[in-house]
């Protein structure tokens, strides 16, 4: 199994300097969110600047998925806006733009993105600016996947079903599944929601967390036992399972080493009861 942790818990580092934490822990791959301190996307040469990180990365022997849930990259005031359910969602489609790029260039494994807030009657809305990504994403070769986010417009994998539909099933069209969310509202288990999505899984990010409260929590502190969860992992998808606490950056290095300890201990318990 590949572990992975999210470049959104280093947000006090620079992203070399991260990388670089990341790799001498022992993990095999980052989820590199595009942010103002990590390859943003909207400054000058991003071609150029994404060549310099895709050296490194090879250099270090980490693979990537691109996330893209950068704070306020987009707007200085207001928290992930504009999002798809936007009156006018043109910056983020152009941020989920420079992600395929940069995900086409750096071979990435996959792009992550998500729907935003927003109220049913803005579906169609949804339907048609996520098409427009699966288009342009299907031209550079690139996969995507989509994330279910509580409270947002696709708020579970129910929701991600019916907007796959609605796309017409694309071929690059996957499900990022957060292992926490699962257990935050889906109706069952977290290992079979693992099993149930098996076939589109195409990025897995992995945190604790308690029924009915989304909050991304370290390992051991909320109620999800891993070893079922890693097992179901291990036998259905291969790519990288990525540690997102997005809020741990105060203490980023001694997280990512205790996560990947108790990642690779639940591991081993899996296979003991094998």
Known sequence: MKFGYGTNGFGNHRLP??????????????????????????????????????????????????????????DPW????????????ALRLEYLRQAVRVGADLGAQAVS????IGSAERWDRLVDGTGRIVEFA??????????PEPGMLVND??????????LGRP????????????????PLPVAECVTAVAEHLVNVQIDDMRRGTHEHLEFGTGEIEFPPVLAALEASYGGL?????????????????????????ALKEAGDRA
């Open 138 to 147: 299907a031209e550079r070769g690139v996969t995507l996947g989509f994330e």
């Open 17 to 74: 300097e991260a990388l670089r934490v990341i790799a001498e822990l022992g993990y095999d791959g980052v989820a590199l969110t595009l942010d103002t301190n990590h390859l943003d996307p909207f400054e000058a040469d991003l071609a150029g600047r994404t060549k310099v990180v895709g050296a490194e990365l090879q250099r270090l022997g980490l693979g990537v998925v691109i996330e893209t849930g950068a704070r306020y990259l987009l």
């Open 113 to 116: 993105f998500w729907a935003g």
């Open 241 to 265: 399972v990525a540690v997102e606490l997005p809020r741990h950056s105060h203490a980023a290095p001694t997280i990512a080493a205790q996560s990947l300890d108790f990642l690779r201990n």
């Open 171 to 186: 071929a690059n069209f996957g499900i990022t599944l957060d292992i926490g969310h699962c257990r935050c509202l889906e």
């Open 157 to 166: 994998i129910a929701d991600w079903r019916r907007l796959y539909e609605d």
């Open 78 to 89: 207001r928290k992930h806006s504009p999002t798809l359910m936007d009156d006018d969602p």
